[in-house]
């Protein structure tokens, strides 16, 4: 593909993208058309678990993906990691825990914000393995 059709390609993508999420204006990122997505298949009083790049807890740019959080959803839990390494990957995340609101309700509760300075792999490694067989019944 030369580049005036892949350029073309991305123009006609990216059209796309704006015509169906709302998270999709100026300078985003996929992680926030994926909370979005995440919102609108969640069934009311659903819950929903994800990790997301921690970015979108403070970027500008993810402005439009925290609204929409906090106006369809009722956050339970934040937890930021910082530079914290979770996973063998070059990035930093968080996750978020949350409840899709019914049509009319508001959110009721308190929302909890874990701010994670360090993380010891060795801990973190023995506390899954602990969990996992506790959940296999070893």
Same mark, same amino acid.
């Given at each position: ?23 999709? $204006?100026?300078?985003? +990122? %996929?992680? /926030?058309?994926? =909370?979005?997505? @995440?919102?609108?298949?969640? !069934? ?31 956050? $339970?839990?934040?937890? +930021? %990691?910082? /530079?914290?390494? =979770?996973?063998? @990957?070059?990035?930093?995340? !968080? ?44």
């Amino acid at each position: 593909m030369n580049h005036a059709s892949r350029a073309g390609a991305t123009a006609f993508f990216n059209s796309l993208l704006e015509r169906v999420f709302v998270t999709a $204006k100026g300078r985003y +990122d %996929f992680s /926030s058309l994926f =909370v979005e997505q @995440a919102l609108n298949i969640l !069934g009311s009083n659903g819950v929903l678990g994800l990790v997301v790049p921690n970015r979108v807890f403070i970027n500008k740019n993810a402005q439009i993906t925290r609204t929409i959080l906090t106006e369809h959803s009722e956050l $339970k839990v934040i937890v +930021d %990691f910082g /530079s914290a390494k =979770v996973f063998d @990957a070059d990035a930093y995340v !968080g996750c978020i825990i949350a409840r899709k609101l019914g049509q009319t309700e508001r959110a009721r509760s308190l929302l909890r914000v874990i701010k994670v300075r360090s993380i010891d792999s060795e801990f973190l490694t023995a506390d899954l393995l602990e969990a996992q067989n506790a959940d296999v019944g070893e």
